[in-house]
């Protein structure tokens, strides 16, 4: 079973910076897409930055310029990179899977979540 364990949020002034990071277990058969989402309470989860399988990036307009998503498909990890932080960019943050479980199967895995909290 595929898995995604999160680490690296906490609490940071604006700002500053903050490294989430996320790594995959469990065996697939290869990634699609990989990268990070956010929540805030009461709002839905928005797409933050990802990565393509085939190289490509999608950065939210609110991050573009200050955050970088980083991934390695074959070590299985994604890491997000956040800087200039700002009190607006505290959520909690999801790592995000889509992945080939068999050459014609697809599935998608959340990871557990991790808190940001950027204070002014």
């Known amino acids: 079973q595929v898995q995604l364990v999160e680490s690296g949020g906490g609490l940071v002034q604006a700002g500053g910076s903050l490294r989430l990071s996320c790594t995959v277990s469990?065996?697939?058969?290869?990634?699609?897409?990989m990268g990070w989402y956010r929540q805030i309470p009461g709002a839905q989860r928005d797409r933050v930055a990802t990565?393509?399988?085939?190289?490509?990036?999608y950065y939210a307009d609110s991050v573009n310029g200050r955050f970088t998503v980083y991934g390695d498909m074959a070590k299985k990890t994604t890491y997000l990179q956040m800087d200039s932080v700002k009190p607006e960019d505290t959520a909690v943050y999801y790592c995000?899977?889509?992945?080939?479980?068999?050459?014609?199967?697809?599935?998608?895995?959340w990871g557990q979540g991790t808190q940001v909290t950027v204070s002014s």
């Open positions: 995000y899977l889509s992945y080939m479980e068999t050459s014609w199967r697809g599935r998608e895995v």
């Open positions: 469990g065996t697939l058969e290869s990634i699609n897409t």
């Open positions: 990565i393509g399988k085939d190289a490509s990036f």
